[in-house]
Structures are given as structure tokens and as C-alpha cells.
């Protein structure tokens, strides 16, 4: 019996996860932030920064699978793919399982949240071994200003949008973004959940639709996160990015090309999130 328990600390949360936990695996702190490695016996592994549970073991592949494939398979040959963040290397892994994708540049200014997750996190970050991957360890706000036309698809695996990663939501950041894409490039980030955090989403939908012909919004159930409904928003400069285009054939345990459609909130519904008009 486990009566051992970690309560997570999420300061833009209206609620605390509890975790019962059987043994802390790592405890330290980088320049950037506090990490912990947990082992909790549903959950296994779980990877904590700055109090706040990012991934674990037996759900990670949801949130992952997502924001991979979503933009992936929304663009019609994703060649060179950005990551921004992601030092856990889970989306990266979901990255390299195209074939058509021949360089992955992944941005995280933290090098110890890699190295961690190298060390207890072996399925998620197996794919740094790839000789397609480029690591950066610089901030990835700094790095995008001097990229022009350089990248099929951006991806922004950051840690909550607020505090020191709040810049890489901002209409300024998205302009850089803009720049950086091909001229049929795709652009998706995390931007929390659709009832407690409505306030970010907006305003990120809001930023985007400055910046990008194309904007939208798609979601996912991440039961590890509060809020549970999870959104990705997407600036697409020219795909429609709720069609798939090529053939779904990756492995994975979640996404299939019915789910990519689906992940897509109804345009009547969008419409009354972006309009305020849906207020929880």
C-alpha cells in the first residue's frame, strides 16, 4: 500500500493532482528549473518540472502522437520539421516515424531535462540517436529570429505558456514563426485547456489569426493534465490542417486518420470559443 504522495504545484491550475507515489527516482535542479523523475504505480515514470507533471509513462504517447502528426500529416511532404522545447523527446520520436522527414532540428534550452530523459525515459527519448536529429540546447525564441523559409513544419513542445515561456506565444514570436516556415509551412503549439485556461487559448487564436491565412484549433483528452481537454492551435499558410494529406500510415497506439479529423473541434463550436460566446 502506497501512503507516499506527491501534489503537484501548478500555480494556473484551479485544482492539484495528487500522485501517489513508491519511490522519487531523481531530484535536482538546472539552470532553468527544478527536475524530478517520480515512480508512481499507475502512472509509472513520471517527469516533473518546477512542481508540475509533463509527461509519464503510460499516457505520454497521447499528447505526443497529437502534436506530431496532426501538422505532420496536414502537410503534404514535411522534409524539415522545427521543435521547440520537447526535451523529453517524445514528439520527436513521433517525428522520425515519417520517412518523408529528412531533418529534425529539436530547440531546448535546457540540455538536463535531455539527459534525464535519456536516462529514465529510454522509449521516449530513443529517437535523439537518429542521424536525422540536430539538438540545440539555446533558447528557442533567440534561435527562430534568424531562420528565413527554412522549415516545413514548427512545433512548440513548451512547458505551460506563462511565466519565462509565455514569449513563444505572443504575436511577435509568431511572426518569427511565419518567417522561419516554407511558403506552405504549418505551424501548432500547446496552448492548455479548453475550460480552464480559455483566457490563454483565446489569446493565442487571437495572435495567430494576425500572422496566419489559416487558423485553428484542435484537441485531445490528456488525463495527466489539468483541465484534461488539451488544445494544439495551428497557423497554416496554406493547408487546411483537419485534412490529412497522405496516406495515415504511421504505428501508433492513438492517432489514425479518422482521429485527426475528429481532434478538430465543430466550426460552429469554434466559432463561439473564439467569440467569447462559449464561457465556462
Known amino acids: 500500500m502506497v501512503d507516499v504522495f506527491f501534489i503537484e504545484r501548478d500555480p494556473y491550475a484551479p485544482i492539484r493532482h495528487v500522485y501517489p507515489v513508491s519511490q522519487v527516482l531523481y531530484q535536482g535542479k538546472s539552470q532553468f528549473q527544478e527536475i524530478m523523475v517520480l515512480e508512481s504505480p499507475f502512472f509509472g515514470k513520471v517527469l516533473v518540472l518546477d512542481g508540475v507533471a509533463q509527461c509519464d509513462e503510460r499516457f505520454e504517447y497521447i499528447y505526443h502522437e497529437f502534436m506530431a502528426h496532426v501538422p505532420l500529416y496536414a502537410h503534404p511532404n514535411p522534409q524539415d520539421v522545427l521543435i521547440i522545447g520537447g526535451g523529453d523527446g517524445g514528439v520527436l520520436r513521433e ?3 515519417h520517412p518523408e522527414v529528412k531533418r529534425a532540428v ?3 534550452i535546457d540540455k538536463e531535462v535531455i539527459e534525464v530523459s535519456k536516462r529514465f525515459f529510454p522509449t521516449m ?3 535523439f540517436q537518429d542521424p536525422r536529429v540536430l539538438v540545440l540546447n539555446e533558447d528557442g525564441y533567440k534561435y527562430i529570429q534568424d531562420c528565413e523559409k527554412e522549415f516545413d513544419v514548427i512545433i512548440v513542445d513548451s512547458t505551460d505558456p506563462v511565466g519565462f515561456a509565455h514569449v513563444l506565444t505572443t504575436e511577435e514570436f509568431f511572426r518569427y514563426v511565419y518567417n522561419a516556415l516554407k511558403d506552405d509551412g504549418i505551424y501548432v503549439g500547446q496552448t492548455e485547456s479548453l475550460h480552464y485556461h ?3 487559448v483565446r489569446r493565442v487564436q487571437k495572435s495567430l489569426h494576425k500572422v496566419f491565412p489559416i487558423v485553428d484549433m484542435y484537441t485531445a483528452v490528456i488525463p495527466g493534465y489539468a483541465g ?8 497554416s499558410k496554406v493547408h487546411d490542417p483537419r485534412e490529412p494529406k497522405r496516406p495515415v500510415s504511421v504505428q501508433a497506439k492513438l492517432y489514425s486518420e479518422d482521429m485527426h479529423r475528429y481532434a478538430f473541434l465543430p466550426k460552429s463550436f469554434y466559432q ?4 467569447g460566446e462559449y464561457n465556462p
Not at 228 to 235: I, R
Not at 272 to 275: A, C
Open 125 to 127: 527519448s530513443v529517437a
Open 198 to 200: 480559455i483566457e490563454i
Open 228 to 235: 484534461y481537454w488539451w488544445t494544439m492551435s495551428v497557423g
Open 95 to 97: 517525428v522520425l516515424k
Open 272 to 275: 463561439k470559443v473564439l467569440s
Open 106 to 108: 529539436l530547440v531546448d
